[in-house]
């Protein structure tokens, strides 16, 4: 057997195989008789038909298995001849007829797992910046807790105004008012007044009240998200099915108590500044950690191999696309040139981990992985018994060992590292835009 190699990307390889004729005629003589010990044919006992009558009945299926077997046996043959490890099943090209005596070419594009050194992760010098907790971060915390244990009270005595909740089902129609040919039925909830909402939903559904229908038409910007919507003024027809009022709770003794099993609103906020300070100093490790993989990946510059890139980008995207399924082409296209980067930076950062968690030798020990356990069995208030089975049997077993191999390496990063802590206030981020257009 002859192997060549060539490099196509990052870690994606093509094999070019070439077997000898008397090699391929020794696996092609085993497939056959192999499959005559099992043969049937009228007149013989199993497995003792002459095997001349096996190859004239079953001739052209015992070829092409017997191709098929060549051409996974010879991959496979290869790369472990190779040392390569797939990370997904190879693509290969085997040979579409067998001539006897002739040279047997099987080609193969693999992505193989990264095999890398990492040097130059000692020694390192980091800040560990921790943010600490102004009054500004207890009280926009407070605020969003309110809001997260706000309740939603039905409305029946007046329609709807600004800053009420109005649920409806709208459906487009066609010039004539009769449904849209391809059109269905959608729900969604409206906040009146809310930044974002298109003004001919909001004008024309003020004042509206639960068992009313209206039609409503919407003239679309040209740079509206959808694009098939882009430019259009369509006409919808909108029935209003329910109409709340949001009830946000007082921050008050009961609040406390409900919320946080305190008895004061002063309890709380001591209770609040306290997980803040410790989310704080979490936020700083993993800051911390996150410099010095980026000063390693800096001194060893590798790829990942791209197909790693591409499944990080498409998860991302089909994360992003479960809340906003009629994004137009042209923002997807943004939304991945603008993740890829990031995706990148993720896994160059654990193929880091990886690689110095197996030079510095680092292994999670049995005992290890059962204080792992009985950590889930706290969280979530089972018992370790059914937290062991439920990770086993879900295949997560494997991924909580995987995070404590990681917290390990980090460890060990850190370790080797001179780290300055400094306290500073928290970077004023932007205010995230809101959404321009709600509702199609």
Same mark, same amino acid.
């Given at each position: &057997?002859?192997?060549?190699?060539?490099?196509?990307?990052?870690?994606?390889?093509?094999?070019?195989?070439?077997?000898?004729?008397?090699?391929?005629?020794?696996?092609?003589? %085993?497939?056959?008789?192999?499959?005559?010990?099992?043969?049937?044919?009228?007149?013989?006992?199993?497995?003792?038909? /002459?095997?001349?009558?096996?190859?004239?009945?079953?001739?052209?299926?015992?070829?092409?298995?017997?191709?098929?077997?060549?051409?996974?046996?010879?991959?496979?043959?290869?790369?472990?001849?190779?040392?390569?490890?797939?990370? @997904?099943?190879?693509?290969?090209?085997?040979?579409?007829?067998?001539?006897?005596?002739?040279?047997?070419?099987?080609?193969?594009?693999? !992505?193989?797992?990264?095999?890398?050194?990492?040097?130059?992760?000692?020694?390192?010098?980091?800040?560990?910046?921790?943010?600490?907790?102004?009054?500004?971060? &207890?009280?926009?915390?407070?605020?969003?807790?309110?809001?997260?244990?706000?309740?939603? @009270?039905?409305?029946?005595?007046?329609?709807?105004?600004?800053?009420?909740?109005?649920?409806?089902?709208?459906?487009?129609?066609?010039?004539?008012?009769?449904?849209?040919?391809?059109?269905?039925?959608?729900?969604?909830?409206?906040?009146?007044?809310?930044?974002?909402?298109?003004?001919?939903?909001?004008?024309?559904?003020?004042?509206?009240? /639960?068992?009313?229908?209206?039609?409503?038409?919407?003239? +679309?910007?040209?740079? +509206?998200?959808? %694009?098939?919507?882009?430019?259009?003024?369509?006409? +919808?027809?909108?029935?209003?099915?329910?109409? *709340?009022?949001?009830?946000?709770?007082? &921050?008050?003794?009961?609040?406390?108590?409900?919320?946080?099993?305190?008895?004061?609103?002063?309890? #709380?906020?001591? %209770?609040?500044?306290?997980?803040?300070?410790?989310?704080? @100093?979490?936020?700083?490790?993993?800051?911390?950690?996150?410099?010095?993989?980026?000063?390693?990946?800096?001194?060893?510059? +590798?790829?990942?191999?791209?197909?790693?890139?591409?499944?990080?980008?498409?998860?991302?995207?089909?994360?992003?696309?479960?809340?906003?399924?009629?994004?137009?082409?042209?923002?997807?296209?943004?939304? &991945?040139?603008?993740?890829?980067?990031?995706?990148?930076?993720?896994?160059?950062? !654990?193929?880091?981990?990886?690689?110095?968690?197996?030079?510095? %030798?680092?292994?999670?020990?049995?005992?290890?992985?059962?204080?792992?356990?009985?950590?889930?069995?706290?969280?979530?208030?089972?018992?370790?018994?059914?937290?062991?089975?439920? #990770?086993?049997?879900?295949?997560? #077993?494997?991924?909580?060992?995987?995070?404590?191999?990681?917290?390990?390496?980090?460890?060990?990063?850190?370790?080797?590292?001179?780290?300055?802590?400094?306290?500073?206030? *928290?970077?004023?981020?932007? *205010?995230?835009?809101?959404?321009?257009?709600?509702?199609?």
């Amino acid at each position: &057997m002859r192997i060549e190699v060539r490099d196509l990307a990052p870690w994606r390889r093509e094999l070019l195989v070439e077997l000898p004729g008397e090699e391929a005629a020794e696996r092609r003589a %085993k497939v056959f008789n192999e499959f005559r010990r099992k043969a049937k044919l009228p007149g013989f006992r199993p497995g003792k038909a /002459p095997l001349a009558l096996v190859e004239k009945a079953y001739g052209p299926a015992l070829e092409e298995e017997f191709l098929e077997t060549l051409t996974e046996d010879t991959v496979r043959e290869a790369l472990e001849k190779e040392g390569m490890e797939p990370i @997904e099943p190879p693509v290969a090209r085997g040979p579409e007829k067998y001539e006897p005596g002739q040279l047997v070419r099987v080609t193969a594009t693999v !992505d193989v797992r990264p095999r890398i050194e990492i040097r130059g992760y000692e020694g390192l010098a980091v800040e560990r910046v921790v943010h600490g907790v102004e009054n500004e971060d &207890m009280e926009t915390f407070l605020e969003e807790l309110r809001d997260r244990n706000a309740t939603y @009270e039905k409305i029946e005595d007046r329609g709807a105004e600004r800053g009420d909740f109005l649920a409806v089902r709208f459906r487009e129609l066609d010039p004539d008012r009769n449904p849209a040919p391809g059109s269905e039925d959608r729900e969604t909830v409206l906040e009146m007044g809310r930044e974002g909402l298109l003004p001919e939903f909001e004008n024309d559904l003020m004042g509206s009240r /639960p068992g009313e229908e209206r039609q409503i038409t919407v003239s +679309y910007p040209a740079d +509206y998200s959808e %694009k098939r919507l882009r430019g259009r003024i369509v006409t +919808y027809r909108v029935h209003v099915t329910d109409l *709340r009022r949001r009830l946000v709770p007082a &921050m008050d003794a009961d609040f406390a108590k409900r919320v946080a099993g305190v008895e004061t609103v002063e309890e #709380l906020r001591a %209770k609040v500044r306290g997980e803040l300070g410790t989310r704080a @100093e979490r936020d700083a490790d993993r800051r911390t950690e996150e410099a010095l993989l980026d000063q390693i990946v800096d001194v060893n510059r +590798y790829e990942p191999p791209e197909l790693w890139v591409e499944r990080g980008v498409d998860g991302i995207v089909a994360e992003f696309r479960q809340d906003r399924p009629q994004m137009a082409d042209d923002d997807l296209k943004k939304l &991945m040139e603008g993740v890829r980067p990031q995706v990148i930076r993720r896994l160059r950062h !654990d193929m880091a981990v990886e690689a110095i968690g197996h030079q510095e %030798k680092i292994e999670v020990a049995a005992d290890e992985l059962r204080r792992g356990v009985e950590a889930v069995a706290s969280r979530t208030g089972q018992s370790i018994r059914e937290v062991a089975d439920d #990770l086993a049997e879900s295949g997560r #077993l494997r991924r909580l060992a995987e995070t404590l191999f990681e917290q390990k390496v980090l460890e060990r990063i850190v370790s080797k590292a001179t780290v300055t802590s400094v306290t500073r206030p *928290r970077p004023k981020e932007p *205010r995230p835009e809101a959404s321009r257009l709600i509702v199609p």
